[in-house]
Nanobody
């Protein structure tokens, strides 16, 4: 089973940017779905973005045009570039292939 480890979270001011990384313990070349979900305090976990093995992407409406998901198969890594961050983006962000989940990384957007 692949292990997923997220990093790159932190505290950022509104309008700022962060790039999250998801490092996989083995090759993601053949993994069709790699994605990011998030969970804010008191709320259910929600879909953020996904990328398929062919490079097709999809985003939640709330992050479209602000977030970009990408994958580097040789490096077994998936990224989430987050721009124009808003306080409502504050959450724990999780990387997943829908079978395994990482431990999450905290993103806090606050002035």
């Amino acid at each position: 089973q692949v292990q997923l480890v997220e990093s790159g979270g932190g505290l950022v001011q509104p309008g700022g940017s962060l790039r999250l990384s998801c490092a996989a313990s083995k090759s993601i070349f053949s993994i069709y779905f790699m994605g990011w979900y998030r969970q804010a305090p008191g709320k259910q976990r929600e879909f953020v973005a996904r990328i398929t093995s062919s490079g097709s992407t999809d985003y939640a409406d709330s992050v479209k045009d602000r977030f970009t998901i990408s994958r580097d198969n040789p490096k077994n890594t998936v990224w989430l570039q987050m721009n124009s961050l808003k306080p409502e983006d504050t959450a724990v962000y999780y990387c997943t292939n829908l079978h395994r989940w990482g431990q999450g990384t905290q993103v806090t957007v606050s002035s």
